[in-house]
Nanobody, 124 residues
């Protein structure tokens, strides 16, 4: 059974940092790309970052470039999203997803399996 479980969300002040984790099971992580997406209240879900199956190509939304870093540890079946210099507009539910084609795009329609999400709130 394919499972993706996000963790690491929480409440943080503006300028702070969080590291999200996506624990994967039920499939061979090395064969899949992983993407991070987020959905803020009243807004559509958007792509934040993606990493290809080989781990040598990454994509970032313009709004997070230079602040967020995606990485993967296939031995631990886990993908991470390091988020620095957080802003109130980063507040959202963050989801990780797995893509069979292995490209790591920012399009949610390319992804096959999804986690349940973790809440990130950036506020004073």
């Amino acid at each position: 059974q394919v499972q993706l479980v996000e963790s690491g969300g929480g409440l943080v002040q503006p300028g702070g940092s969080l590291r999200l984790s996506c624990a994967c099971s039920g499939f061979t992580l090395a064969h899949y790309a992983i993407g991070w997406f987020r959905q803020a209240p009243g807004k559509e879900r958007e792509g934040v970052s993606g990493i290809n199956s080989g781990g040598d190509k990454t994509n970032y939304a313009d709004s997070v470039k230079g602040r967020f870093t995606i990485s993967r540890d296939n031995a631990k079946n886990t993908v991470y999203l390091q988020m620095n210099s957080l802003k109130p507009e980063d507040t959202a539910i963050y989801y990780c997803a797995a893509e069979v084609l292995g490209k790591g795009t920012l399009s949610q329609h390319d992804y096959d399996y999804w986690g349940q999400g973790t809440q990130v709130t950036v506020s004073l």
